[in-house]
């Protein structure tokens, strides 16, 4: 499968644990995305990286988040002291250059 | 924040029908991206449009970039079971961030019982 790959898909942790998500991108794409989903809404955005730089913050990454692409290939999304409003599926997505978005399937929280 | 009105927020098909939808804005995109999402996975792509006017087929699927850009519709031709699911469109603001892809709230296509 020559996909976007997340893991893992689910994750339920209880409020003020620490988690991790990782992200591998389609492998000849540059940009990576991350975005987050709750229910009933479309994705909204969190963060890109073109390569290894991350271009872009939403306000919605809270200095709770940090999002890492430290050789330009794999990302994670860590999310400190969790709180139940943090529940929610993490899309991350990739492409090469401007434009088509390739979502994996996604990585469900759920915080206690 | 910049908002995308999807509409209808939900629709009952019949196997064999056609199903239009659309999704309408205040602002100017400069690309506009439809995706088909199954509960629990991620979006999938259907059609990618750039140009004002464009009209873009895949299989059944026929998807118009406005002439306005500020709008864009998605047209399915003789929907079958496997057509049910939640249609988002999405597109990158004129201007704007171009890592910042703005989805509306989907379309949710079911079965007529």
């Known amino acids: 499968d020559t996909g976007v790959s997340q893991n893992p898909r689910h994750k339920i942790t209880k409020r003020g644990q620490n988690v991790t998500f990782r992200c591998d991108p389609i492998s000849e794409h540059n940009r990576l995305y991350w975005y987050r989903q709750t229910l009933g809404q479309g994705p909204e955005f969190l963060t890109y990286?073109?390569?290894?730089?991350?271009l872009e913050k939403s306000r919605l990454l809270s200095d709770r988040f940090s999002a890492e692409r430290p050789k330009g290939s794999f990302s994670t999304l860590e999310i400190q002291r969790t709180e139940q409003g943090d529940s929610a599926m993490y899309l991350c997505?990739?492409?090469w250059g401007v434009g088509e978005l390739f979502f994996g399937e996604g990585s469900r929280l759920t915080v206690l | 924040g910049q908002q995308l009105n999807q509409s209808p927020q939900s629709m009952f098909i019949q196997e064999g029908e056609d199903v239009s939808m659309n999704c309408t804005s205040s602002s100017i995109f400069n690309t506009w991206l439809w995706y088909k999402q199954d509960p629990g996975e991620g979006p999938v792509l259907l059609i990618a449009l750039y140009k004002a006017g464009e009209l873009t087929s895949n299989g059944r699927l026929t998807a118009q970039f406005g002439i306005t850009r500020k709008d864009s519709f998605l047209n399915i031709s003789a929907s079958i079971p496997s057509d049910v699911g939640i249609y988002f469109c999405?597109?990158?603001?004129?201007?704007?961030?171009?890592?910042?892809?703005?989805f509306g709230k989907g379309t949710k296509l079911s079965v007529k019982p």
């Open positions: 997505a990739s492409s």
């Open positions: 990286f073109q390569n290894e730089a991350q």
């Open positions: 999405a597109g990158l603001l004129y201007g704007g961030s171009q890592g910042n892809l703005i």
